[in-house]
């Protein structure tokens, strides 16, 4: 057989995950915004927000009490550790490998569930989740799991959802994957998507990594709608990085100031209880 006639009968290359967009974000002190519901949550969704936060451990200090609908939150350090103390939802410490999830639901007013640990100064990724039209008026939770109850996968933490026969204990919705991520120098990994998580993402919060070109940290990468796999290899600093997939949003985005919801009836709903509920956490 000649070589021509070879390098036809060979099997294709894999699909790679291309990029889509790329940020560095609208930086506001030790917070940047990387993602917002009416910019690139819009394609993104069910992630519709992102902020990384790299600052001292006082800043949580004093409380910032804000309301959400419809929405959850996950909150992971990449870098530090805080204290965090929820009567019964829990109280504990988070550091990296663990996690806060809170179902907003119908309405609920947080702020203030930190505290400074021993670390003087921490690094945090805060992310909003559009809930599915079923969740979005449940009752509001929260779940705090720390880093010791976390499923590794590889050099992976598996903060929500299932990958590879292991699940986060993270009580989400199905088709939702979010993972905590550090490679050594020169370390290579692969994100195999699973079926249907056709919109996926990820942002570094130190070193970098190689893929479909470079990926600084500080950046939010946007992949293609695809679920193909993300090989990455990372610098020569190594690399620690979250990367969330999906099962998309079927729904348009309905936006209030702290809330996102699947319509105007759903999004009034909320509204009305954020309105009612406030006495509660003053």
């Known amino acids: 057989m000649s070589r021509n006639q070879s390098a036809a009968h060979a099997a294709p290359a894999p699909a790679v995950r291309k990029i889509f967009s790329r940020t560095g974000g609208k930086p506001h002190g030790p917070i940047t915004r990387l993602m917002s519901p ?14 990384f936060v790299d ?43 663990g996690v806060e999830w809170m179902r907003a639901g119908g309405g609920i007013w947080h702020g203030g569930e930190y505290r400074p640990d021993s ?42 959802g299932t990958y590879r026969g292991k699940t986060s204990p993270v009580r989400a ?32 919060s130190q070193g970098s990594l190689l893929g479909d070109g470079r990926y600084e940290a500080g950046e939010l990468i946007a992949f293609d709608r695809s679920d193909a796999a993300i090989p990455l290899l990372a610098g020569p600093d190594g690399a620690t ?6 099962v998309p949003h079927p729904h348009e985005l309905v936006l209030g100031y702290y809330s996102v919801h699947t319509s105007e009836e759903a999004l009034k709903a909320g509204e009305a209880r954020i309105a009612k509920v406030r006495h509660l956490y003053a």
């Not at 910019?39 to 902020?51: I, T």
């Not at 419809?70 to 550091?95: C, H, Q, Y």
């Not at 921490?122 to 979005?136: D, G, N, R, S, Y």
């Not at 720390?146 to 929500?160: C, D, K, N, T």
């Open 241 to 246: 990085f979250v990367l969330g997939s999906a």
């Open 38 to 51: 009416s910019d690139l949550g819009q394609y993104l969704k069910p992630f519709v927000f992102l902020d």
């Open 173 to 204: 919705f199905d088709g939702l994957n979010y993972l905590l991520v550090t490679l050594a120098p020169g370390e290579a990994w692969t994100y195999e998507t699973p079926i249907g998580h056709d919109v996926g993402w990820l942002s570094l």
């Open 119 to 160: 670390a003087p100064h921490f690094k945090a990724f805060q992310l909003w989740v559009a809930l599915p039209a079923a969740l979005e008026a449940s009752e509001p939770e929260w779940q705090f799991v720390e880093a010791s109850g976390i499923a590794e996968v590889g050099p992976a933490r598996l903060i929500v």
């Open 55 to 97: 600052a001292p451990s006082l800043i949580t200090a004093s409380d910032n009490l804000h309301p959400h609908s419809g929405i959850a939150t996950v909150t992971v350090l990449p870098e530090g550790n805080l204290r965090f103390n929820m009567g019964k939802w829990g109280s504990g410490r988070l550091d990296y490998g």
